[in-house]
């Protein structure tokens, strides 16, 4: 076990142990008073004390650990002093030194709670500045209580009639060293104040998001003072400034300290913070109305100041509604700039794009801009074409970056990436105000490629359409355009030897099988432009097709009357993908699956081959891609490394 870890425990055991022996003196006379100070003492010092141990068991090496503890035990000791000051349990052998020696104690409630701002957030201290900074606090604090120990006078109350056990100083010596003392701690804490502040200013990345927890401590101080104002009003004493106080330093500072640690991604602490201070803000002027009110009214109305007061209230109620959300705005600038910042530069381009001077594509350029994040990327998801697309150049995810989806309904239309200080809650509200943006975004690059790929298919189509029509013509000139041309020859030489009366039998013969040749070449050119053996229909000529190949291949053909040229289609579609199996995946093994669903026809072949297969330009699957496209239909290609191949064509067919 480490030694801040060891620390903690003991503290932990300590406070423990003080506690239990003020609940036990209390509950020995339980006054009104008794019990509400060892409650309270209990509430303070176990928060603390739980606030410590849990940064002491997740990080065994932070000396924030023990030094969280110990102001829930400074409240234990104040509570046993109280509670036992006021029973005479302290009045025992020994006793006058321990009520000399907390004359001055009470200005160890502010060290205890400065001491871990200093520390904070690494368990060390980081600079010669601020060993200074606590070689004087506790310096300072020690100088104030012995002082108060051997000052002339009485003690304080309750214990105005304990002696001097440690003797006393020269009235003037006592009240210099008391004056420079008090003078000390104040300017301290406030050089503490401030040294915090400027450390949250220049950190950075997950430190700067720790640091925000500190200001939202700093932000709820204020309702302290307004516990103090309502206590005025309502009770006439200050008990209420010193209970919110108490509770504010030692409770709400330990556990925000204990989150920013072990917990900083848990919420975020500025949106937090904004909301605090709005409803502050709306909650004192209510206050400040309805007392004004009900002063006015009780002093000048005094029999109406009832109903006065409900209508004031009421009034007030209905004008801040209508105050919050530019309130809220107000507060967001000065607590929460970066969501107000992407929020207007969202709203910025809305605008633009309503009059025409900006586009969505612009969305992720301004973001950048506004919150300073040259990382920040939006991204379209899943698009009709099965691909992500960036906006603009994409940018390097770093390490440590964080990213959110962006919804719009039940779908995810996106995905936004920003820097890691930029809290999880703000990326979401951000995402979320910027939806509907990035779907009209999505179907924009959505269009721009699918018009890009009609082009290229087109051009694609134009160019095998040529080289088609260039083959066929070679074909017909090299092929039956020459036999029958040879044969035309022969019948010529035919008719001379004819009418010289020679046998012609033997030139006959060979024109005749010189035709037969012709005949079977035509059919061939005639078979690449659409197969005869369709005549019988698509499951024949897919039978046909499948017997002729050298693996087994599985057919399953749901038969339905198809247009001649879908027919054609899908016919090449299964012989194209059969023969790239059988020459290129290594398969042993072809399935392939014709039917419909829905008004499409879905022709599926799949092997079980080494996979890889890519619609590359120029291939097979490319042309292929190209004729199905022009059918309003889609070709999908699942192809993984050694999971075998799967093509299908799904064509219209309604």
């Known amino acids: ?86 029973t005479g349990f302290v009045r025992v052998p020994g006793s006058d030194y321990v009520v000399a020696a907390s004359q001055g104690a009470w200005v160890f409630i502010y060290v205890v709670v400065a001491v871990p701002l200093l520390f904070f957030p690494s368990g060390h201290l980081s600079s010669r500045f ?22 002339p006078g009485p003690f304080l109350a309750p214990n105005e009639l304990a002696p001097h056990v440690f003797g006393t100083l020269p009235p003037a010596v006592a009240d210099v060293l008391v004056v420079a003392a008090l003078v ?81 991604e848990l919420f975020d602490p500025a949106r937090l913070l904004a909301g605090a201070t709005t409803h502050m803000v709306a909650t004192a002027g209510l206050l400040t109305v309805f007392t004004g009110v009900s002063a ?25 509604g209508k105050l919050h959300r530019p309130l809220q705005r107000s507060v967001d600038r000065w607590l929460y700039p970066a969501r107000q ?17 900006g586009e969505p594509e612009e969305l992720q350029h301004r973001l950048a801009q506004a919150l300073r994040d040259e990382t920040l990327t939006v991204r379209y998801q899943a698009t009709s074409l099965g691909q992500d697309a960036e906006l603009h150049t994409p940018q390097p995810v770093r390490s440590g970056n964080r990213s959110t ?43 721009r490629r699918a018009l890009q790929d009609a082009d290229d298919s087109r051009a694609r189509l134009l160019r095998v359409g040529y080289q088609e029509r260039a083959k066929l013509e070679r074909d017909l000139h090299d092929g039956a355009q020459q036999r029958l041309v040879a044969l035309g020859m022969a019948l010529r030489l035919a008719q001379r030897r004819l009418s010289r009366g020679v046998d012609v039998s033997e030139v006959l013969d060979a024109a005749v099988a010189e035709l037969g040749t012709a005949v079977g070449e035509l059919r061939q050119l005639a078979h690449g432009i659409r197969p005869s053996c369709l005549d019988d229909g698509l499951e024949r000529a897919l039978g046909s097709l499948v017997a002729a190949a050298p693996l087994p291949v599985t057919v399953h053909v749901e038969t339905v009357d198809l247009d001649k040229d879908l ?60 004729r199905v496209g022009a059918h309003g239909g889609r070709l999908l290609i699942n192809s993984g490394t050694g999971q075998g191949t799967v093509v299908e064509a799904v064509l219209p067919c309604a």
């Not at 026809?601 to 699957?621: C, E, I, Y």
């Open 184 to 264: 000390v701690l104040p300017v301290t804490l406030g050089a503490v104040a401030v040294h915090v502040f400027r450390r949250h200013r220049g950190a950075v990345g997950a430190a700067r998001r720790q640091f925000r927890w500190l200001a939202l401590s700093a932000g709820l101080l204020p309702l302290a003072l307004l516990g103090g104002w309502v206590s005025y009003l309502v009770v006439g004493n200050a008990d209420v400034v010193l209970l919110a106080g108490l509770l504010t330093a030692y409770v709400t500072l330990p556990a925000l300290m204990a989150t920013a640690v072990v917990r900083p």
């Open 1 to 86: 076990m480490t030694w801040p870890r060891r620390l903690s425990v003991l503290a932990a055991c300590l406070t423990a142990a003080v506690l239990s022996t003020t609940c036990a003196v209390a509950w020995s006379q339980p006054t009104a008073h008794n019990v509400l100070v060892a409650g309270v003492a209990s509430v303070v010092g176990g928060l603390s004390t739980m606030c410590g141990c849990w940064v002491a068991v997740r990080h065994a090496q932070n000396a924030l650990g023990y030094l969280l503890v110990l102001p829930g035990l400074q409240a234990a000791l104040i509570a046993l002093e109280t509670v036992g000051g006021s």
């Open 296 to 320: 006015v009214a009780g002093l000048v109305l005094a029999q109406g100041a009832p109903e006065v007061a409900l209508a004031a209230t009421a009034a007030c109620v209905l004008s801040l």
């Open 341 to 357: 910042v992407a929020f207007a530069a969202i709203t910025a381009l809305e605008s633009d794009i309503l009059t025409g001077t």
């Open 405 to 447: 989806e962006v919804r719009l309904g039940d779908q995810t239309v996106g995905t936004l990436t920003a820097r890691a200080d930029l809290s999880a809650e703000l990326l979401r509200d951000i995402a979320d105000r910027m939806a509907s943006l990035v779907e009209l975004g999505r179907v924009r690059v959505d269009l």
């Open 567 to 626: 027919e054609t289609t899908a016919y090449y579609v299964a012989s194209e993908a059969i023969a790239n199996a059988i020459k290129h995946s290594g398969a042993d093994r072809i399935a392939l699956h014709v039917s419909t669903d829905h008004g499409q026809l879905h022709v599926k072949v799949a092997d079980n081959g080494a996979g890889q297969a890519r619609a590359t330009p120029g291939s097979g699957l490319t042309g292929l891609r190209d």
């Open 130 to 151: 601020e060993r200074v900074l606590l070689g004087v606090l506790v310096g300072d604090a020690v100088l104030f209580t012995v002082v108060s120990a051997v000052a």
